[in-house]
C-alpha cells in the first residue's frame, strides 16, 4: 500500500494544503482512510509525517476541513513556527486514531486534545511532509496541555537500518543515550517562547513502556470507529472519507477531487522575512 500527496496553495500562507492519495492516484483522507494497521499480527502501524525533523514550521492534519489535508497551525492570525529553544533545533524527530474530547483518561486523568495521537519518530532518516510510514511503538509520554491528555507515542520506523535493536522504550534509553530525555525537555520548554508556563506531563515525565503504549493508539482507534460511525458528536471535526464503507460521511472520488480543485494550485514564494525572524534564530532559556 503507497500513498502520494498534492500541495496545493502557497506554502508559509493560510491557505497552503497537503492533501493525499492512495495507490490509484484518488484523493483519501489521512484522517480516516489510511488503514492504522501497516500489519496487525505484528502491532505495525501506518503513520503520517506532519512536520520533518529540524524543521519548525508546525504542520497538522486539518481535522476540521473536508478529506483532512495538512496544513500550518494559525494562533492569533498567525502562522505557528516552532522557535529554537537552545540546544535544540526545529522539532527533534519526525513528527506526525483520535483522542476523544468526551472520554476522560483513566491512567491520567484528564479528557482528550480532539486530535489525532502524535509519534515522535527516532529513526536516522528525516522524513519528507507527508510521507506515510510504517512505525514500530517503543514507548509513550503523557504531556498534559490546558487539562488535556496528549499523548506523544515514541516509535521506529521500520525500514530504519536500526530498527531491528529497538523493541522498547529501555532500548531506546540504551542505544540513543540523552534522546528521551531531550524529548521531555523539548516538550516542557517549546511553548516558553511563546510566553506560555511549561508544559506538565503524568506519571512525573516518566516513559510508559510499549504494551502500554499499544494499548493506548487500540484504544483511541476504537474512539475513532464510534466517531466516524456517528455514533457520537463530531462536534467541528470533519469525517468526510472516500474508503470507510459504513460510514455515513463516505463520498466518492468525484466529490473528493471537486474539494482539492476548489484550493489553487501550488506556488512556491517563500517568506524570507519570516524564514530570518524565526526559523535560524536561537531562544536561550533561563529558569
Not at 503524568?202 to 504494551?211: C, H, P, S, T
Amino acid at each position: 500500500m503507497s500513498f502520494s500527496i498534492e500541495e496545493r496553495g502557497r506554502p508559509n500562507t493560510k491557505e497552503f494544503r497537503v492533501f493525499f492519495k492512495n495507490s490509484e492516484g484518488k484523493f483519501i483522507s489521512p484522517f480516516h482512510d489510511i488503514p492504522i494497521y501497516a500489519n496487525e499480527a505484528e502491532n505495525i502501524f501506518h503513520a503520517v509525517v506532519e512536520v520533518p525533523r529540524w524543521t519548525n514550521a508546525k504542520m497538522e492534519i486539518a481535522t476540521k476541513d473536508p478529506l483532512n489535508p495538512l496544513k500550518q497551525d494559525v494562533k492569533k492570525e498567525s502562522l505557528r513556527y516552532v522557535a529554537n529553544v537552545f540546544p535544540h533545533k526545529g522539532y527533534i524527530w519526525n513528527y506526525g486514531t483520535w483522542e476523544d474530547p468526551h472520554h476522560q483518561d483513566s491512567d491520567t486523568g484528564c479528557v482528550g486534545d480532539n486530535d489525532p495521537i502524535d509519534i515522535c519518530d527516532i529513526g536516522n532518516k528525516v522524513c519528507s511532509r507527508g510521507e506515510v510510514i510504517k512505525v514500530k511503538v517503543l514507548g509513550t509520554l503523557a504531556l498534559i496541555d490546558e487539562g488535556e491528555t496528549d499523548w506523544k507515542v515514541i516509535v521506529i520506523n521500520t525500514e530504519d537500518p536500526e530498527a531491528g535493536d529497538f523493541h522498547n522504550i529501555d532500548d531506546v534509553r540504551r542505544l540513543k543515550p540523552g534522546y528521551l530525555e531531550a524529548t521531555v525537555d523539548w516538550f516542557r520548554r517549546y511553548k516558553v517562547p511563546d510566553g506560555k508556563p511549561e508544559n506538565q506531563f503524568a506519571f512525573n515525565g516518566e516513559f510508559k513502556d510499549r504494551d502500554f503504549a499499544i494499548k493506548t493508539v487500540k484504544s483511541t482507534h476504537e474512539f475513532w470507529k464510534v466517531l466516524i460511525s456517528k455514533q457520537t458528536s463530531a462536534g467541528e471535526l470533519n469525517c468526510m472519507n472516500t474508503g470507510v464503507s459504513n460510514s455515513p460521511f463516505c463520498c466518492s472520488f468525484a466529490e473528493a477531487e471537486t474539494v482539492v480543485k476548489s484550493v489553487s494550485p501550488c506556488h512556491f514564494l517563500i517568506s524570507f522575512f519570516y524564514h530570518f525572524k524565526i526559523i535560524d534564530r536561537w531562544f536561550y532559556y533561563e529558569k
